[in-house]
């Protein structure tokens, strides 16, 4: 199964929300590149499919911390699948459109300077980060308060905003330090530098 694929079966399943239908017309028209876009310019999933693969691991990240019996039992937290399907798969909804195809230039193995292609961010609509995929998922659905909440401040205390205003929405609503959590996973643990290398060592070691 493709991420696309997976993605697309994950929608429908879980998300039957009036709007629903629009939403999904638009990500999969020309009008937008969320299957195909990166997730970032040089760092993590920085290539084509990118922002598709990271959506999916946050998917992955939060189900998995919302079900350990620890949050459960201890926290009480507990959402629907619905609500877990579209904070996870659209916190970075903001990010369709923004990435352009380029060049620069780099040294090689021999220090010689050679042209690679690359992305750059180019923002049409600068309305943020978090508060931008609020905006433009609002226009196709109506939101939960702690559903745009989770979504707005997912980026934790790396947003450009007042600090205590991260930390009154992680306590008001716990869905957002959720998600922040599950972010942070997946860019991180699943798919930064670290993460590429020891998988690499794995394969070492298996012969691959």
């Not at 459109?97 to 690359?118: A, M």
Request: aromatic share 12%; glycine share 6%.
């Amino acid at each position: 199964m493709t991420n696309k694929e997976r993605f697309l079966e994950i929608f429908h399943t879980h998300v039957r929300r009036e709007g629903a239908d629009r939403l999904l017309e638009y990500l999969t028209s020309p009008a937008s590149d969320f299957f195909t876009a990166p997730a970032s310019t040089r760092f993590h999933l920085a290539s084509e499919g990118g922002l598709l693969e990271h959506s999916l691991n946050v998917y992955d990240c939060l189900r998995s911390y919302l079900q350990s019996e620890r949050v459960k039992n201890e926290f009480g937290l507990s959402y629907s699948e619905e609500t877990i399907a579209i904070v996870a798969l659209f916190h970075d909804l903001c990010k369709v459109n923004v990435y352009k195809v380029g060049s620069r230039n780099v040294k090689d193995e021999h220090g010689v300077w050679q042209r690679v292609p690359t992305y750059e961010f180019k923002d049409e609509l600068p309305y943020g980060h978090g508060e931008k995929s609020v905006y433009i998922l609002s226009g196709y659905m109506k939101l939960l308060r702690e559903e745009a909440f989770a979504i707005r401040y997912h980026m934790g205390f790396s947003n450009e905003d007042d600090p205590r205003n991260v930390g009154a929405t992680f306590e008001a609503f716990p869905l957002a330090l959720a998600l922040s959590i599950a972010d942070t996973e997946a860019t991180y643990l699943i798919e930064g530098e670290r993460a590429r290398t020891q998988r690499e060592k794995r394969g070492e070691k298996k012969g691959f």
